[in-house]
C-alpha cells in the first residue's frame, strides 16, 4: 500500500515541480528600441513547443546577424511592469511573436508563430540592410 502511495504522490508532485521549475522567471532583460540599431524583440513561454522550435532556427541564423541585430528575449511569464508594459505596447496575444525593427525605431514586421530559417533570415536582413 506505501509503494502505491509513493507512486500516486510522484505522479501529482512530479509535473507540479516540472512545471514551477520552468515557469519561474530568469530575470529576461526588457530592452526598448534603441535609436540607430536594428532590433528583433522575441515574446516566447518555455513551455511552448513553436517558442522551442523556433530557438532551435534563432540559434542557426541569428550569430551571422550577431553585430547588425540586437537580440531581445521576453518570456511572457515574467510578471514584472516591465515585461508587461512590453506585452501591451506591442500587443502580444499568442507566442512565439517576433517584432522586426529598423534603425530608425520603425516596425518592419510582426510575426506570429513559428518562423523558418528562410523567413527569419528574410526579416533579419531587411531591418540590417542600409537601405
Do not use: W
Amino acid at each position: 500500500m506505501k509503494k502505491n502511495a509513493l507512486i500516486i504522490l510522484l505522479i501529482l508532485i512530479v509535473p507540479l515541480v516540472v512545471y514551477f521549475a520552468l515557469s519561474r522567471s530568469t530575470g529576461t532583460a526588457v530592452v526598448e528600441a534603441q535609436v540607430n540599431q536594428p532590433q528583433m524583440i522575441k515574446f516566447a513561454s518555455r513551455m511552448c513547443y513553436d517558442c522551442q522550435r523556433l530557438e532551435k532556427v534563432l540559434q542557426t541564423v541569428y550569430p551571422e546577424y550577431r553585430d547588425k541585430v540586437t537580440l531581445t528575449e521576453i518570456t511572457v511569464q515574467d510578471n514584472s511592469s516591465a515585461v508587461q508594459n512590453m506585452i501591451k505596447k506591442y500587443n502580444v496575444k499568442l507566442v512565439p511573436t517576433s517584432i522586426f525593427i529598423d534603425k530608425n525605431g520603425d516596425i518592419k514586421a510582426r510575426v506570429e508563430g513559428y518562423m523558418d530559417e528562410n523567413t527569419l533570415k528574410n526579416h533579419l536582413e531587411e531591418i540590417s540592410s542600409n537601405g
